[in-house]
């Protein structure tokens, strides 16, 4: 992908999970690894009218070269590429929202990971998703747990795509935007399941295994 096709495919995704209310006002982020740098979304920009020439665009060192202010989430997203890349080396896109189901699963007492295996799709195309404890925007501390919680489950074999700040959104992360938005709208809809439904009854451990040996699924 060359450098302007990122800035476009970064607005379509944008104006795509904007007009469909997965993000609001001027909440989330996106930013795209170029071969010798960064693209990210602004600063307190509306993803829905992004304009691929005011993109924030920053060396591979992370120092803008370019473009409107970038979000100060910058530091979360190049950790974040750092940290996956041992273990998916091809991620090239990472989506942060402040999805409503999500958070508002996140807003329950509990540790650990956001959702239980519920669906199939939601094993193969997101897997497990971590929660990390909250911590004020941009604060140092949730970029080191995110690290930590990718590096823990990529060491133990079950790398992970998504994890999920308390209170604030998921962060997700593939090749590209539109592989990224579709796990982000895969856990959305999967944290939407869980808290329509009454009582929850996760795959079981032979479920998920077939899922496994059929798709390769990293669970």
Not at 2 to 9: F, G, H, N, Y
Not at 27 to 46: E, H, K, Q, W, Y
């Amino acid at each position: 992908m060359t450098e302007t096709q990122a800035r476009e495919e970064i607005c379509r995704v944008g104006k795509s999970l904007f007009d469909r209310g997965y993000v609001h006002a001027t909440a989330g982020n996106i930013s795209v690894r170029l071969d010798d740098g960064f693209l990210i979304t602004p600063t307190d920009a509306c993803l829905g009218f992004l304009d691929p020439a005011k993109l924030a665009r920053l060396d591979a060192s992370g120092q803008q070269l370019s473009g409107e202010r970038a979000s100060k989430t910058i530091a979360l997203h190049t950790a974040i590429y750092g940290a996956a890349g041992r273990f998916d080396p091809a991620t090239r896109c990472v989506i942060h929202t402040h999805s409503t189901h999500c958070v508002a699963l996140s807003l329950r007492p509990g540790v650990g990971e956001l959702l239980a295996p519920l669906t199939p799709y939601f094993v193969m195309k997101v897997g497990h998703v971590p929660r990390i404890a909250y911590a004020r925007p941009g604060a140092q501390e949730a970029v080191l747990a995110v690290v930590q919680a990718i590096t823990h489950y990529g060491d133990s074999g079950r790398p992970i795509r998504a994890v999920m700040l308390d209170r604030l959104g998921p962060n997700v992360w593939h090749d590209g935007p539109t592989s990224a938005m579709a796990v982000l709208e895969e856990l959305e809809e999967t944290a939407r399941l869980a808290l329509l439904a009454t009582a929850i009854a996760p795959l079981d451990e032979p479920h998920i295994e077939e899922l496994r040996r059929a798709f390769g699924a990293r669970w």
